[in-house]
Nanobody, 127 residues
Framework: EVQLVESGGGLVQAGGSLRLSCTTS????????IGWFRQAPGKEREIVSC????????YYANSVKGRFTTSSDNAKNTVYLQMSSLKPEDTAVYYC????????????????????WGQGTQVTVSS
């Protein structure tokens, strides 16, 4: 059974930092793309970042480029999202997702390209 569990969310002041973790199980971690998405109240779920562990390629949305860093630890089957210089507009529920339908190929940036999701973790940035 594929499982993704996010942790590390919380309340932080603007300009602060948080590190989210996504611990996975039930699939060969390094063969599939992992994405970070977020959804703010009243808004659609959007891509934040995604990583292909087999070649190290990482994508960032323009809104977080230069502030967020995605990394992976293949030995721990875990992906991290280091968030710095946080802004109130970063407030959202953050989800990690895995595309286990395509091995070592595409790295999607759309919600529909991922078929396994975690439960989400709340990030709140106060002004």
């Amino acid at each position: 059974e594929v499982q993704l569990v996010e942790s590390g969310g919380g309340l932080v002041q603007a300009g602060g930092s948080l590190r989210l973790s996504c611990t996975t199980s039930g699939f060969t971690f390094e063969d599939y793309a992992i994405g970070w998405f977020r959804q703010a109240p009243g808004k659609e779920r959007e891509i934040v970042s995604c990583i292909s562990s087999w070649d190290g390629n990482i994508y960032y949305a323009n809104s977080v480029k230069g502030r967020f860093t995605t990394s992976s630890d293949n030995a721990k089957n875990t992906v991290y999202l280091q968030m710095s210089s946080l802004k109130p507009e970063d407030t959202a529920v953050y989800y990690c997702a895995a595309d286990t339908r395509t091995s070592r190929s595409r790295v999607g940036t759309d919600v529909y390209e991922y078929n396994n999701w975690g439960q989400g973790t709340q990030v709140t940035v106060s002004s």
